[in-house]
Structure formats: C-alpha cells, structure tokens
Nanobody, 117 residues
Framework: VQLVESGGGLVQPGESLKLSCAAS????????MNWYRRAPGKEREWVAI????????NYADSVKGRFTISRDNAKNTVYLQMNSLKPEDTAVYYC???????????WGQGTQVTVSS
C-alpha cells in the first residue's frame, strides 16, 4: 500500500493550495480518509476526514470554513483544498487511510506547506 501526497509549497498568507493524496494497492472505496498535520515543535493534529463514499466530512475547528476535503474514488485520490491560509497552517501534511471494517491504517510520507510573507 502506498499513499503519496503532493501539492505542498510556499505561499503567502491569504492564498490557497490544493493537496492531493494518491493511493495505490488498496481498495480505496473501503477506506475513510483523513488529513493530519504536524507543525514544527508541535504534536500531530487531525485536520479533516471524509468517509469512504464521500458523503460525510468533518473538520477541526482550526480549519473549518477554510479547508475542504474531497475524494475521487475512481482516481483513488483524496484532496484538501486550503483557502485563506494563515502562517499557523504551516506544517507537514499527511494523509491517512482507515479501513471501514478492520480499522487498519496507512500513512503517507507527508508534504510540506509553508505560509509566510
């Protein structure tokens, strides 16, 4: 199983980025997908979740109204659209897959997002 994040980079405050996480070697439609992040010197923080069929989402209060999680099960990919970025959003962002039936988890390697003027 492989989860590969992409789309990170350096942006200024107020700008947007869209992260992608492409999954392979798993039945993607049977996994809920999460985004987490880890800022320098801080604990890993859960950011957002989308259920396996894409019909339900939830967000951390810190990103609610600014970030949108979505998925395309035909492309085995989950996305995180991040708008109105703030310096405090600076972190390595990780995608995480959780199997609906077994709870088995997989992690990607992360992609760096830096918000700075």
């Amino acid at each position: 199983v492989q989860l590969v994040e992409s789309g990170g980079g350096l942006v200024q405050p107020g700008e947007s980025l869209k992260l992608s996480c492409a999954a392979s070697a798993l039945t993607f439609s049977t996994y809920a997908m999460n985004w987490y992040r880890r800022a320098p010197g801080k604990e890993r923080e859960w950011v957002a979740i989308i259920n396996s069929r894409g019909g339900s989402t939830n967000y951390a209060d810190s990103v609610k109204g600014r970030f949108t999680i979505s998925r395309d099960n035909a492309k085995n990919t989950v996305y995180l659209q991040m708008n109105s970025l703030k310096p405090e959003d600076t972190a390595v962002y990780y995608c995480n897959a959780v199997n609906d039936r077994t709870g088995l988890r997989y992690w990607g390697q992360g992609t760096q997002v830096t918000v700075s003027s």
